[in-house]
């Protein structure tokens, strides 16, 4: 079966039971679950998936930048369930399990989630715990092989109003991301901007991260399939796409001084993402449309979509009916 999101894609649905708007790891996600389920499913994303936000990410499981905090260690762990069961086919689903150690960090500090994590120890530079590591760009591809499989389509296609979408199917699931800020429209929705820089790797097999909540810069470094990935930014409201050559640098500096060898790695490329920030949290909860249909949403990950995909994805699927 031909891959969603190549046009010409194939004969269309002749009957569409659900519109998924947006095609991130979180739009994909639900929209897999939903065809599962036997329900008929259309994608409308306007980038193809390897443009998206999520294909930009680290991505290292870990419930980072999200509220509301007595949902997302739930969703968070149902996720990494999954993770945990894909990383058995890592060269399909793009999802290893890696050793690392979150800098700083203290089991005492974190969530109730945090108990059910196998094998995390404390130890004087941090927190040791090996977690799901995702190559987001195979795994992108993956969700859209196993819903071509389930009988999805994914079109490209640009959406101004989900009332466009509701002219064609029954339920409408808003997973549009930032570009929910103007498509509900939500205040609330802001960018939150994460630069990278992608190296060539010097040998480095684990992950580190440290992240200070009152700054903008991160340090981490993730050793992906294509390279390692040296992060980062967290700049609120700030919606540059463009790498910063001044921020790249620093990145670089930040992440030498944990790791020297980083300092001499040949840079092969920057990547910057918009993460889909909101004031209130994630929003999962139906509303209806002005003609009957019904509109789901689930947005507002902010820095954790790909940590809380498949959990939201089913709080989600279970408000479609």
């Given amino acids: 079966m031909a891959r969603p999101g190549r046009e010409p894609y194939g004969a269309r649905c002749a009957v569409t039971d659900v519109i998924v708007v947006g095609g991130g790891v979180s739009g994909l996600t639900t929209a897999l679950l939903l065809a599962e389920r036997g329900l008929r499913v259309r994608v409308w994303s306007r980038d193809p998936a390897g443009a998206t936000t999520s294909a930009v990410a680290g991505a290292l499981w870990w419930p980072y930048r999200i509220e509301p905090e007595p949902l997302v260690g739930d969703w968070a762990l149902e996720t990494l369930g999954v993770y945990e069961e894909l990383s058995a086919d890592p060269d399909s689903t793009g999802v290893r399990m890696v050793a690392g150690v979150h800098g700083g960090e203290r089991l005492a500090a974190l969530g109730p989630w945090a108990a059910r994590l196998t094998g995390a120890r404390e130890e004087a530079g941090g927190l040791r715990v090996t977690l799901p590591l995702i190559d987001m760009p195979a795994h992108l591809r993956w969700l859209e092989d196993r819903l071509a499989t389930a009988g999805g389509v994914v079109e490209r296609r640009a959406v101004s109003g989900f009332a466009q979408a509701a002219a064609q199917a029954p339920v409408v699931v808003n997973c549009a991301g930032l570009g929910a800020r103007e498509l509900v429209p939500d205040a609330g929705v802001r ?40 992060g980062g930014t967290a700049e609120a409201d700030d919606a540059r796409t463009e790498p910063d050559p001044r921020t790249a640098r620093e990145i670089v500096a930040r992440c030498a001084e944990v790791r020297p060898e980083i300092a001499g790695a040949r840079v092969i490329g920057h990547r910057v993402g918009l993460r889909p920030s909101r004031d209130a949290g994630v929003r999962i909860e139906a509303e209806e449309l002005p003609g009957g249909a019904r509109l789901v949403h689930n947005y507002g990950h902010g820095g954790a979509g790909v940590t809380v995909a498949r959990g939201c994805a089913r709080a989600a699927a279970q408000l479609v009916g």
């Fill in 191 to 230: 960018p939150v901007r994460g630069q990278l820089v992608v190296v060539e790797n010097p040998g480095i097999e684990e992950w580190f991260t440290r992240a200070d909540p009152a700054s903008s810069a991160t340090t981490y470094f993730f050793p992906q399939p294509y390279g390692l990935v040296l």
